[in-house]
DNA sequence: ACAGGCATGTAAATAGTTACATGATTCG
DNA sequence: CGAATCATGTAACTATTTACATGCCTGT
């Protein structure tokens, strides 16, 4: 059976230590939500489909009267991960408005514009200073790669917030010619 | 009524000339595709839509036999797309399956986990270049937005696989600590 | 007492891909 | 003639978001 990336997500998630549904979307969304999110609406139903296929076992963990399920991994679960984990990744995908209305942008005028990539730059250092606010429990853990993956989406965001910049002014500057030539 | 980014797509793709569902399509696998794709099962049903709220129309254009529908742009259309184009954007998804797996790459050995970063580096470094094919046709346009973003996404794709290759030697660079600390 | 967080879940809608069917035209 | 490309479309499926419903627990 083939599972979606999202699954394989959730099953890391639960791989290192047991997690309620709840833990994984609060897990997702403080450490892989900027490359890939999950919703409740596809965890809980996710996790039912992996309890099923084998993959992860739950149980019942209360908190006192409020009942709580957390899932485990089991040995079919680690050995479907690794196996995942060794396939080529096939899954590149963006979806950027921002970039989408700059390439239209001949119909707007030049400050319009320059007013699109300033959203832009806004929303990308916005990202890269949350991103930044966790790096220093994600310093904490033994396990280097998940703080590799937040360098690396810090520097991304950096990067694309000096390049935002860098169009703007390109645009704004008085010596304008057309084209570079 | 709210249109979605897709639709706008289109909206732009047909705002220069009428263009038909086939050519829409061909023009967005050259262009958008890298930060906003679009595929046929999209293209057609969102082109009818926007007939029927009078933002494009259609008329007959057939090639010999082979019948042929062209859609152009109306003045309410074109209203729609600069007022979409002038409000922020609101839509930054990314779905990145090797930042995926790099993050969970601990279940790894060091070598695996390398080549999920080679893996990652290839592909954007392909992108890179075909973006950079792409390059002379939008060179010759008058219009410098489409430039700039092809230009943004080439730039892009070589950070990226710069920062692959970086991550990849840290990771086997013979002198390894656990953290740099 | 009330707010906020913990916890689980689902229904409905929207978005998007894939695969297929159909047929014309063009070029070698 | 056969392959590639032009051209339109849809059905089925997969993925994903949003909004809602429900109720417990903790801290102020």
Redesign the pocket.
């Known amino acids: 059976m083939e599972l ?1 990336p ?1 699954a394989y997500v959730i099953l890391g998630m639960v791989s290192r230590e047991p997690r ?4 994984i979307k ?1 897990l997702v969304d403080n450490s892989t939500r900027f490359f890939w ?6 965890i ?2 996710e ?1 039912k489909k992996l309890a099923d296929a084998g993959l992860v076992e739950g149980a019942d963990a209360p ?7 957390v899932y485990a991994i089991t040995e079919a679960g680690e050995a479907a991960l690794v196996d995942w984990l060794r396939q080529p990744p096939r899954t590149y995908e963006m ?1 950027d408005e921002g970039l989408l209305k700059l390439f239209f942008a001949g119909a707007l005028r030049r400050e319009e514009a320059a007013e699109i990539l300033r959203s832009m730059r806004d929303h990308h250092s916005g990202l890269g200073e949350k991103l930044r606010a966790i790096e220093p429990k994600a310093l904490e853990k033994e396990d280097p790669y998940p703080l590799m993956v937040l360098r690396g989406g810090i520097e991304f965001n950096q990067w694309f917030a000096g390049w935002c910049e860098r169009m703007e002014s390109q645009l704004l500057e008085p010596a304008h010619e057309k084209r570079s030539s």
């Open positions: 979606s999202t309620s549904g709840y833990e609060a999110a999950a919703s409740y609406g596809q809980y139903p996790l908190t006192g009267e409020r009942k709580r399920t979806r």
